[in-house]
């Protein structure tokens, strides 16, 4: 058995292929990681350690966010060229990096409820300093050596640009698309047809959902969903960024409970930017990509590359198995 499902949030389809889990879970765990100290002098994340720039960081306790002193955008810009088939054009903009915790040996799965509403602080005003002269601001994260993290310190990035880029812009169009049609915004419509249906629900409470994407296309894909009218961090009142904590602590600790591993995982945020209107919602995507064990992933190559995204795992089934490990 398998269908395509069609994602409404950016318009490409997914072939979700059902009965190949009958292959038999192997239920392996990894050996367990290495412990990480507290601190450690070579990390250049860590309070008082020495960055590559020469730039030594405070006794910072909470969050720190500085300059990426490697940043992929400049700030000022080089000429463009609008010859059609080598069409480019500047780009601008600001890279940050936001370390999570003094904590080197913590995650935004561990940290505890107050460390986490710090975070969730930072990424609000981070945010809002960035988005006065950036078109979009793309908080996110790449945890683990898998996602190509180069740094276990628990941390995440921000890159703000003058522009909105490819991702921004198709998330753009198709929210503006459907709400010019039915009136409310796609992901508040989806987030409430959800709850009703129930069934890809990972966790959820008074502000805001974990689900798995009836679209999804990575095996635990999770999307992160306030169920009244939010488009940015700057525009939850008390009880939506209490409620988003608690969220992300069960959510995070789900994903490190399914397979007995700090969970690997690229995530981010898209909020509405300066130049988009009122159906923005925002919302996270967690893409993970472990499907089978701690070391067996899902591979995005073949047909996926040249075809169409497949996955073997349906939403239904990840969620449920999400469920099951939600404390
Ligand atoms: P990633 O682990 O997701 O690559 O993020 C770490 C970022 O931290 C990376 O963008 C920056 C790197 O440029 N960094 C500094 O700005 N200064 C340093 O001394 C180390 C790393
Ligand atoms: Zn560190």
């Known amino acids: ?32 990681p290495a412990l990480e ?15 590559t720039s020469g730039a030594v960081n405070p006794d910072y306790a909470g969050v720190y966010a500085f300059d990426n002193d490697f940043p992929a955008l400049p700030t000022s810009s080089s000429p463009g060229s609008s010859e059609p088939l080598l069409l480019r054009e500047p780009v601008t903009g600001k890279c940050r990096v936001v370390c999570y915790s003094p904590r080197h040996d913590m995650t935004l799965a561990t940290l505890d409820s107050r460390a986490i509403a710090g ?31 180069s740094s276990d310190h628990p941390h995440g990035q921000i890159w703000a640009t003058a522009m909105v880029p490819t991702v921004a812009q198709r998330e753009d169009e198709r929210q503006q698309r459907y709400a010019a049609v039915h009136g409310a915004p796609l992901l508040l419509d989806y987030v409430e047809r959800e709850l009703t249906l129930g069934e890809r629900i990972v966790v959820a409470n008074g502000s805001w959902a974990a689900i798995v994407p009836f679209w999804a296309a990575w095996p635990f894909e999770v999307m992160l969903l306030p169920r009244a009218r939010v488009d ?5 009142n008390v009880a939506s960024r209490d409620d988003l904590r608690d969220l992300l602590m069960h959510t995070l600790a789900a994903y490190d409970r399914l397979f007995g591993v700090s969970f690997p995982y690229s995530m981010g945020w898209h909020g509405r930017g300066r130049t988009q209107g009122r159906h923005w919602q925002l919302h996270a995507h967690f893409y993970p990509p472990l499907l089978r064990s701690p070391s067996i992933r899902k591979f995005m190559v073949g047909f996926e590359m040249l075809a169409e995204a497949q996955r073997d795992l349906t939403p239904e089934e990840a969620a449920a198995r999400l469920r099951a490990v939600v404390s």
């Open 119 to 149: 975070v969730i602080e930072s990424w609000t005003n981070e945010t809002s300093v960035l988005a006065v002269d950036h078109a979009w601001v793309q908080v996110f994260e790449n945890k683990g050596r898998m996602m190509g993290c």
């Open 232 to 236: 940015s961090f700057e525009s939850m």
């Open 37 to 51: 100290p507290q601190w450690r002098a070579d990390c250049h994340l860590c309070p008082r350690s020495r960055r």
């Open 1 to 32: 058995m398998a269908e395509r499902r069609f994602n409404a949030l950016t318009g490409e389809w997914v072939i979700v292929s059902s009965g190949r889990l009958h292959r038999p879970w192997q239920g392996e765990t990894a050996a367990p």
